[in-house]
């Protein structure tokens, strides 16, 4: 368990509204990563933050923003949803420890009506 | 074409068949080869990883890179009901990122 914990677990929303999800981690990982799960695509990099205040796209960045202002938290927006972006969410970080392993958190399930 | 492929299966084989997950890249530059297995409802958890060609093997868990073929493999010899899961396949593209494959579901039956 490398400490890491995703809120909120379930969000329903609306088309067209905001929505922030939050990553957190306690053991002071630089590197923090936001993905997305979708039936027949895997998992996704939609961000990736390699610091405080320092992040980068990923693969599917479009309609996504994120922000990093303290080590343990990242944070992932959806300036205004869409059904498209209904998906299981996972924050991940790279364990400083292991260099191979990317650790994942429990996952929010956003549900965009 | 993505650069890993993954047949989304989904696999169903009974207990104490061996089991074999396959994927391949289109990368060359990948060097190290990983495995997460995801139980339903929860998030991805490193199986196992290799580096280069060869083989690795833990326990009843065996993983297989050809870099000639750029082909990836995981073989589960006496496979149980607690390995259903969907098995993940994932490069690393370097500078700290991975390239997941699409997932294989698969289901071990009594």
């Known amino acids: 368990d490398a400490g890491i914990t995703q809120s909120p677990r379930h969000k329903v929303t609306e088309t067209g509204t905001p929505v922030t999800l939050r990553c957190h981690q306690t053991?002071?990982?630089?590197?923090m990563y936001w993905y997305r799960q979708d039936p027949g695509h895997g998992l996704r990099l939609i961000h990736y933050?390699?610091?405080?205040?320092?992040?980068d796209k990923g693969e599917v960045s479009d309609g996504y923003s994120v922000s990093r202002s303290k080590t343990e938290d990242f944070l992932l927006t959806l300036e205004s949803a869409t059904s498209s972006q209904t998906s299981v969410y996972f924050c991940?970080?790279?364990?400083?420890?292991?260099?191979?392993?990317?650790?994942f958190g429990p996952g929010t399930r956003l549900t965009v009506t | 074409q993505k650069e890993v492929e993954q047949d989304p299966g989904p696999l169903s084989v009974p207990e104490g068949a061996i089991v074999s997950l396959n994927c391949t890249y289109s990368n060359s530059a990948f060097q190290y080869f990983m495995w997460y297995r995801q139980y339903s409802r929860k998030g991805p958890e490193l199986l196992m990883y290799?580096?280069?060609?060869g083989n690795k093997e833990d326990g009843r868990f065996t993983a297989q890179v050809d870099k000639s073929s750029k082909y990836i493999s995981l073989f589960i010899r006496d496979s149980q009901p607690s390995d259903s899961a969907t098995y993940l396949c994932a490069p690393d593209q370097g500078a700290q990122k991975l390239v997941f494959g699409q997932g294989t579901r698969l289901t071990i039956n009594p």
């Open positions: 991940a970080i790279w364990d400083n420890g292991h260099p191979y392993e990317q650790y």
């Open positions: 933050s390699y610091g405080v205040k320092d992040t």
């Open positions: 053991e002071n990982h630089r590197y």
């Open positions: 290799t580096y280069s060609s």
